[in-house]
């Protein structure tokens, strides 16, 4: 009996620590994710390389999530929601032209993301009269 309670006791211990570092990354809120990283909000590793850019993949500046633009290097939850307000973007470039980066963030940034999403939100046709 006490060689199975050696046995089981580090096993529950080793459980119970491998939970407790999972419970300690930060987790987006449900639904509407809009808002999500806050300003606030200093991004996790784990956060980081889970986006397209940490995967090798461009982000792109007329759809990403504020998370994926906020995960880009200089960028942080800040910079990123500017960078959604400031949309639709022609090209990467606007950035610098619209003014929402300074030139060393572009520079950081410039060879990860691209403009090459929905430039402009269009309106439902009415009905043709």
Same mark, same amino acid.
């Given at each position: ?8 006791? *580090?096993? !529950?211990?080793? $459980?119970?620590? =491998? !939970?407790?570092?999972? /419970?300690?990354?930060? $987790? %987006? %809120?449900?639904? &509407?994710?809009?808002? @999500?990283?806050?300003?606030? #909000? ?6 980081? =390389?889970?986006?397209?850019?940490? /995967? ?5 500046? /007329? =759809? ?12 942080? *939850? &800040? @910079? $990123?929601?500017?960078?959604? &307000? $400031?949309? %639709? !973007?022609? =090209? ?14 572009? &520079?950081?940034?410039? /060879? ?14 009415? *009905?043709? #009269?």
């Amino acid at each position: 009996m006490k060689l199975l309670r050696a046995v089981i006791a *580090p096993v !529950f211990l080793l $459980a119970a620590v =491998s !939970f407790a570092q999972q /419970n300690q990354q930060a $987790a %987006p %809120p449900p639904g &509407d994710q809009s808002s @999500y990283p806050a300003e606030t #909000h200093k991004m996790t590793t784990a956060e980081k =390389s889970d986006s397209p850019s940490a /995967n090798g993949q461009p982000v792109d500046l /007329n =759809s990403a999530s504020k998370k994926d633009l906020a995960a880009l290097p200089g960028i942080g *939850p &800040d @910079y $990123a929601q500017t960078i959604i &307000d $400031a949309r %639709p !973007f022609g =090209s990467k470039e606007d950035l610098l032209k619209k003014k929402v980066i300074p030139q060393e963030t572009y &520079d950081k940034i410039q /060879n990860r993301v691209t403009a090459t999403g929905p430039k402009k939100q269009s309106l439902p046709e009415g *009905p043709k #009269h």
